[in-house]
């Protein structure tokens, strides 16, 4: 019987229990983890690493400023995933065409009818799908919009918690509260904390193309994010973000574009590239020259830091890990996470 079977009461407690293993949290036990399914691509992994898996977000739905959800839902992706006892996310998003739009999560914030609107939606698409409760992941959030993204946010919580679902919410990795800050100024952790059941902190994207080259998520600066969180949310409500991928800077043009884990190897090895280590970030890269006579420079993850980062999620005491995204690595990401964890499997 899959979840989303049982009673609402049972359907409630059944992350509760596998996340915190009971009433009395412990880091001894088992952590959650969360992978993200992006598209078509992701359900090689899904298959492949399950064993490794147990809470799957499909990042495939959007909201526009009236709040209609539109996308589809994987419908043999969250089969095999409910199949195996994993707990299953509507993520909805307020991305556009090409970025995540402001405007559209100011219209839902700030219009009471819009934004009950938007949660009957997610809400029906929760219910029509199967899926154990739903991803907020709302980006570029004016910081103006602060108080009303948290009302918003316990409203959702509060209609998904009485019909039994969960409620995630993404949020931006932070050093401290900002209410100035332009792009996390909008998500006050400890209002947030008190109404979702989880939250996902984005620990990743440090750095990238958009400014100048360095690490994708140095240890020095996740470790302090997770610091902060555990400092005004519960640890047991938080997963730690890790990703599964680097940035390629091109240093010519000023541009760069995003490496897949499992691409990286095949990089190295093409462009005889020596890899470096660096002690700050406990972060690789390296550095290397294209055909065209163009400067690269490449920050990435591997089998050392990662580890180094999913074992947080035991020293802090967090409800796990959660990774973007699904088919961007291989065996031996998984392996490196669960090093981390303390899994250690084959």
């Known amino acids: 019987m899959s979840d989303c079977k049982l009673p609402w009461k049972v359907r409630l407690l059944l992350p509760l229990l596998m996340v915190m293993g009971g009433p009395a949290f412990s ?14 691509a992701s359900e090689h992994s899904l298959r492949a690493f399950a064993s490794y898996l147990n809470q799957i977000p499909t990042d495939t739905f959007a909201i526009n400023s009236k709040g209609k959800v539109s996308g589809t839902a994987p419908v043999a992706a969250l089969a095999f995933a409910r199949s195996k006892g994993m707990q299953t996310f509507a993520t909805v998003s307020n991305f556009g ?5 402001p405007y559209i999560a100011h219209n839902i914030v700030n219009h009471a009818a819009i934004r009950a609107k938007a949660i009957e939606n997610m809400l029906a698409v929760v219910e029509t799908n199967g899926y154990s409760g739903v991803n907020v992941d709302f980006e570029s959030v004016p910081r103006r919009d602060r108080a009303a993204f948290s009302r918003f946010i316990h409203d959702v919580a509060h209609s998904m ?7 995630v919410v993404s949020v931006p990795a932070e050093l401290q509260d900002d209410p100035t800050d332009p792009w996390a100024g909008a998500f006050d952790f400890k209002a947030l ?6 939250l996902q902190l984005m620990t990743y994207d440090e750095n990238g193309p958009w400014g100048p080259p360095g690490p994708v998520a140095g240890l020095n600066w996740v470790e302090p994010c997770a610091q902060f969180a555990v400092s005004v949310v519960p640890a047991s409500k938080i997963s730690l ?9 091109n240093l010519t043009k000023g541009t760069g ?16 590239a020596v890899p470096q280590w660096d002690v700050a970030s406990s972060s ?6 294209a055909a065209n006579r163009a400067s690269h420079v490449v920050w990435y993850e591997n089998a050392e830091s990662i580890p180094l980062k999913s074992a947080l999620a035991v020293r802090y005491g967090l409800a796990g890990v959660s990774v973007f995204a699904l088919g961007f690595e291989d065996l031996t990401f998984w392996e490196a996470v669960s090093s981390g964890l303390g899994t250690g499997r084959n």
Not at 29 to 40: C, D, F, G, I, R
Not at 193 to 198: H, K, L, P, T
Not at 241 to 249: H, R
Not at 284 to 289: V, W
């Open 27 to 40: 880091q001894a036990q088992p952590k959650a983890v969360m992978a993200y399914w992006e598209n078509p």
């Open 97 to 101: 065409k090409t970025d995540f739009v």
């Open 161 to 167: 918690r009485a019909a039994g679902y969960l409620t």
């Open 193 to 198: 904390g008190r109404d979702a059941d989880i």
């Open 241 to 249: 973000g890790i990703p599964a991928y680097g940035y390629d800077w």
């Open 257 to 272: 574009v995003q490496v897949y884990w499992k691409n990286i190897p095949a990089l190295i090895a093409k462009v005889g």
């Open 284 to 289: 690789p890269y390296f550095s290397y020259t």
